[in-house]
């Protein structure tokens, strides 16, 4: 058998990709060809185990779950008991369990055709020629020279276009399958299917959407900053990416880095701040890019291991500073829950993660501010989080409403096809971007582009974990050793509450509208901070 933490993410990649030398992994190394074919292995071999455990009468479940011995796996049967009504038989949780390799063809495909078989040439720099692909294409939209944005996005989005048949189909493939679990299990829609593991109710998500269109203005408006403060006569679609205020240049040790973030994350306590900076200068974080390395970061939690972080820290990119802020957030989330918790119920969900990580880079982002006297750098974190915030909040809302919309089409009877999808999406972008901004027509294939959109009613959980999380580092900031305690309460209770209620024990209430207010005031305030900087 193989070994996996509670999301059974990290040891199904490790075995795959052999960052780990043991027995297993040797002896699953020659046929496991990817995490998916290890994950259906187990679902298949497993897929007995909960209707088994629905099968027993509530009568004899209730008895059980006074018995000492299931202490460790009450929360844990709670939660799975609650899924009675969705849970089929023995033999059809089979079949479907078999069909889990299967059902990941459209995203699959959807990679391979886009991270290998699409050909996106160079661009020509003032810096020379440079290769363009899905990594290097979001650097070079923050490129300073106009002409490279102009040429990257249509040379980009145009090799999308060549291939939008196949890209629909993909997509539409993706949702019928949703569409098909979702009726096959008794639900009343994909969206109720999807937030039912985490018992979010649905006006989380409509409440999410209603208060970014009301603060849609305040978007326009910071979009006629950015179009005043680069000097452009209107401003286009590839003009939104690139930094107002070009990067300060910096140069951050490692070790300067962690000594930094500690200082910033102060607020939370002694305990905090010790053990993070512990792991960070000691054995949890793989620093620097090295060859044959995958890109970006990461922090992988196990229950009775460290936190991992990957890191690719670079000491003159002051987001590293960040980033590294960010992934010690998870690794603490982890830390803290995995020594407050029984295995069974110490994985926390996706909608939590996202808070423990965006809360602390506001608290680097303000003790920066507090303690620079270059106002340049000032001016640059200012233009940076109210770029983040709109990556975060906006741009994630507007994914959610793209694909709640494109699954109540096929839901209500109207397919999906090119046109539709596109027509659909180039909606949104006016709304978003408002009128006076320029959206060619082949800015809608970014609807085709994300590859997010495979995994259904994800992408919303990045905006409501950064509204709580600017909502709960205000507290934390503003407060004293209450609203600390509190949120460490949340990072210590795990997976033995559901993401709302545990939120709730911080101190901000999800199912209320007024996080999302709350996080546009702050948006507010830094719209006005910028055109106070640059007019």
């Not at 993410?9 to 995490?35: D, Q």
């Not at 008991?81 to 479907?96: D, G, I």
């Not at 994909?190 to 849609?216: C, G, K, Q, S």
């Amino acid at each position: 058998h193989a070994r996996f933490d509670a999301r059974g993410k990290w040891y199904r990649y490790s075995i795959c990709n052999r960052r780990i030398r043991s027995p297993i992994a040797e002896r699953f190394s020659w046929h496991v060809r990817t995490p998916l074919d290890v994950e259906a292995m187990r679902a298949a071999a497993t897929s007995f185990i909960v209707p088994e455990i629905q099968s027993i009468s509530d009568e004899k479940v209730k008895k059980f779950l006074k018995t000492p011995v299931l202490e460790p796996y009450r929360v844990w049967l709670r939660k799975l008991l609650r899924f009675k009504p969705h849970v089929l038989s023995p033999q059809e949780e089979k079949l479907l369990a078999m069909q889990a390799e299967a059902k990941q063809t459209p995203e699959q495909a959807f990679s391979a055709l886009t991270n290998v078989d699409f050909d996106f040439g160079t661009i020509k720099t003032p810096e020379g020629e440079r290769p363009l692909s899905q990594s290097t294409y979001g650097s070079l939209m923050q490129h300073r020279s106009r002409e490279v944005r102009e040429t990257t996005y249509r040379t980009f989005f145009g090799e999308f276009e060549q291939h939008k048949h196949t890209l629909a189909s993909l997509y539409a493939g993706s949702v019928q399958q949703d569409i098909y679990e979702m009726r096959v299990r008794n639900y009343s829609s994909t969206r109720a299917m999807a937030l039912f593991p985490d018992a979010v109710p649905e006006e989380v998500y409509d409440n999410l959407i209603r208060v970014v269109h009301d603060n849609l203005p305040l978007l326009h408006r910071y979009y006629e900053l950015r179009r005043r403060a680069l000097g452009l006569d209107r401003l286009a679609h590839w003009d939104v990416y690139v930094p107002l205020v070009a990067e300060v240049e910096t140069h951050t040790p490692y070790e300067e880095a962690v000594d930094t973030v500690t200082a910033a994350l102060a607020p939370l306590g002694e305990e905090y701040c010790s053990t993070l900076k512990s792991g960070l200068l000691g054995d949890w974080v793989d620093r620097y890019e090295n060859k044959g390395k995958r890109s970006g970061a990461f922090s992988a939690g196990s229950y009775d291991g460290y936190p991992y972080i990957l890191m690719n820290y670079k000491e003159d990119v002051l987001r590293d500073v960040f980033t590294l802020a960010h992934e010690g957030g998870h690794s603490m989330h982890s830390w803290y829950s995995a020594r407050n918790n029984p295995f069974p119920h110490y994985d926390y969900t996706i909608f939590e993660a996202e808070v423990a990580s965006t809360f602390n880079e506001q608290l680097l982002a303000d003790y920066l501010l507090k303690n620079s006297e270059d106002e340049r750098m000032k001016s640059y974190l200012y233009g940076k989080l109210a770029d983040d915030f709109i990556a975060t909040l906006f741009r994630q809302t507007m994914f959610a409403e793209f694909e709640h919309t494109a699954h109540r089409m096929v839901e209500e009877g109207t397919p999906l096809t090119v046109d539709s999808i596109r027509s659909t999406y180039a909606d949104l972008l006016r709304t978003f971007f408002g009128d006076k901004t320029e959206l060619p027509e082949v800015s809608s294939m970014e609807g085709l582009r994300i590859p997010h959109f495979y995994r259904a009613y994800y992408v919303y959980k990045y905006a409501t974990g950064l509204a709580a999380s600017i909502a709960l580092s205000r507290k934390v900031l503003q407060g004293g050793k209450e609203e600390r305690d509190r949120y460490l309460s949340f990072l210590k209770s795990g997976g033995s509450r559901y993401p709302i209620e545990s939120l709730q024990t911080a101190g901000v209430d999800m199912k209320s509208p007024e996080p999302i207010r709350e996080a546009m005031q702050y948006f507010q305030s830094l719209v006005e901070e910028l055109e106070r900087r640059l007019g």
